[in-house]
Structure formats: C-alpha cells, structure tokens
T-cell receptor
C-alpha cells in the first residue's frame, strides 16, 4: 500500500542529544513537509522540500535540520539547540496537480518525541 | 502574518445533534482551504478540500463546508453527528499553488456523547 511511514512511533532522548526522525513515502510525491503538533496550537511548519536536494525553512525551523537526498526520504534532525523538543512530529507529502498547482498534503502516523 | 482561527476549542454534543465548526483565515490572495480530522490514536486525514469552483464542498462521512470569500470563512458542518465523529478537527489554509504548505488553526476537539 502507498503511504507515508514515520519511525519510530515513540522516541525518548536525553536532553542535549541530537535525534533524527525518519520519514519515507512511496507515493511518488515531489514535495515533503515536517510539522510539529503541540496541544492547543495546531500544527506548525518546520521545514519543507519541493524537490530533491532543495529545502526551505518553515515558521519554526530554529533548532531543526533536514536533508532531501532522495525523493522518497526527508529525515528531520532535532538538535540540542531546540529549546522545547518534546512534541508530536508529523511528516507529510504532496504532489503537483496538472498545471503546477499542488494537491493536498497526506500525513504520516507521526512520531512522539519525549526529551528527558 | 497569515493566520487561521478556529472559534471553539472544545465542543460537546449529543448524538444526532447538528455540528458547525467555525474557521476564519486572514489572507487576501488566492487560498486553498482544508479540513483535516484526527481520530484518537490515528493519523491526520483529509475531510474535505476547496481549491476553486463551487464554494459548497462535500467531504467524507457526511461532512460539508462552505467557503464564504467575503467573510474569509470556511465553516465545517454536519447535520447529525455520531459517536464515531469524536475527534480533533483542524482547519488549514495554503496559498496559491502550494497545497501542502499549510497554516493550521488551533484545532477543535469534538466529543460526541452516545
């Protein structure tokens, strides 16, 4: 089945350690996104990539880094510089419609990161 | 800065009651509008979307939404809710041709009592 796979589902890390969250999609989508979800705040965009080897900062990129070496993969690293890393992280992808406009985003199951 | 505002943080309804969740956005250009739902323990799913055309949009599970451009609104409705509609609902907006680059509202938690 096509979809977006995020792993692991739960992740625990000690404060001060970097951690990398995995996101893989087999939908052949060009664009991929990382969102952070906090209670009562909805989802906020961290980084996005519209094509391989290119990515842009979203609204809350500080303390995060990404890479896009393959179309299928868009890993997110939460660095020690991120002051409040404990959150639910969602990966998404989308595919341009005919004429260049983008379609809606499809989301993975998410990774719940807890930093202790 | 663009923003999306959902009117209610938590809504509690009895089964068979009608539902309307408000959503307003602040952006003057071309927008794409979405409602997503997150059932307990499940991933975010698309309920319905508006890109252009008929401003009354029908989605899955009997939901519909109406885009009122003059009011910058995209309210979600369902005539009769079920216990299985208990979930968190998110309104989201994207600009122009970037459907996946979304600005989300804060979310509305819907609890339906059997």
């Amino acid at each position: 089945d096509g979809g977006i796979t995020q792993s692991p589902k739960y992740l625990f890390r000690k404060e001060g350690q970097n951690v990398t969250l995995s996101c893989e999609q087999n939908l052949n989508h060009d664009a991929m996104y990382w969102y952070r979800q906090d209670p009562g705040q909805g989802l906020r965009l961290i980084y996005y990539s519209q094509i391989v080897n290119d990515f842009q900062k979203g609204d809350i990129a500080e303390g995060y880094s990404v890479s896009r070496e393959k179309k299928e993969s868009f890993p997110l690293t939460v660095t020690s510089a991120q002051k409040n890393p404990t959150a639910f992280y969602l990966c998404a992808s989308s595919f341009p419609r005919t004429g260049g406009a983008d379609t809606e985003a499809f989301f993975g199951q998410g990774t719940r990161l807890t930093v202790v | 800065a663009q923003s999306v505002s959902q009117h209610n943080h938590h809504v509690i309804l009895s089964e068979a009651a009608s539902l309307e969740l408000g959503c307003n956005y602040s952006y003057g250009g071309t927008v794409n509008l979405f409602w997503y739902v997150q059932y307990p323990g499940q991933h975010l799913q698309l309920l319905l979307k508006y890109f252009s055309g008929d401003p009354l949009v029908k989605g899955i599970k009997g939901f519909e939404a109406e885009f009122i451009k003059s009011k910058f609104s995209f309210n979600l409705r369902k005539p009769s809710v079920q216990w299985s509609d208990t979930a968190e609902y998110f309104c989201a907006v994207s600009q122009g041709n970037q459907g996946g680059k979304l600005i989300f509202g804060q979310g509305t938690e819907l609890s339906v009592k059997p």
